[in-house]
């Protein structure tokens, strides 16, 4: 599986959107980008995954670039409930075997 | 719905004992997964399995047993307790829908 880089930290006002980005430049093409969270110690929670196309939800969107090679994950009106670390997985699994970095730990501020 | 359970919570072991972490699911998943999860890291697996009868290794196997023998159980076995198995432990399962959903973890010391 292709190997992803996210800066390790970030901080972001409450209400304001949170732009995540993750480099996974070697991505090959059918591997899809997966965004899970992790709130302190909690089990890690699923945002959203795409292949090609952005995608939307009810938590986040996920824009990834034509040649597939960065991605960000958009939080539009961050809260203080969305403090936690955020994975950027890049897998052709689409079930499991994941594999987890660090993340970047986001902290939103009131 | 319960979603993904894990017991127990909290063990303490000492060195060379053997115990069993239990995960169970109510969703009628064919996946399901152990990982691991070190202080300041990122989660790493250890085995999984596409289905009742089927089990295979992960990143981080040794030390550990897993067995399905229904859709609902997925059991994780350490045969003899290491210092280096001090970690927290997170199950999940998944149907083939590309998310999956993790257990609230269990907590081992290993002394």
């Known amino acids: 599986d292709a190997k992803t880089t996210q800066p390790p930290s970030m901080d972001c006002a409450e209400g304001r959107a949170a732009n995540l980005p993750c480099n996974h430049s070697t991505i090959s093409g059918n591997e899809y980008v997966y965004w899970y969270r992790q709130i302190h110690s909690q089990g890690p929670q699923y945002i959203i995954h795409g292949l090609k196309n952005n995608e939307t939800n009810e938590m986040a969107s996920l824009i990834i670039t034509e040649d597939r090679k960065s991605s960000t994950l958009i939080l539009p009106h961050a809260t203080l409930r969305d403090t936690a670390v955020y994975y950027c997985i890049v897998t052709t699994d689409s079930w499991g075997k994941l594999q987890f970095g660090a993340g970047t730990q986001v902290v939103v501020t009131p | 719905n319960a979603g993904v359970t894990q017991t127990p919570k909290f063990q303490v072991l000492k060195t060379g004992q053997s115990m069993t972490l239990q995960c169970a699911q109510d969703m009628n998943h064919e996946y399901m997964s152990w990982y691991r999860q070190d202080p300041g890291m990122g989660l790493r697996l250890i085995h999984y399995?596409?289905?009742?009868?089927?089990?295979d290794q992960g990143e981080v196997p040794n030390g550990y047993n897993v067995s399905r023998s229904t859709t609902e159980d997925f059991p994780l076995r350490l045969l003899s307790a290491a210092p280096s198995q001090t970690s927290v432990y997170f199950c999940?399962?998944?149907?083939?829908?590309?998310?999956?959903?993790f257990g609230p973890g269990t907590r081992l010391t290993v002394l």
């Open positions: 399995s596409v289905g009742a009868g089927i089990t």
């Open positions: 999940a399962s998944s149907y083939r829908d590309h998310e999956q959903f």
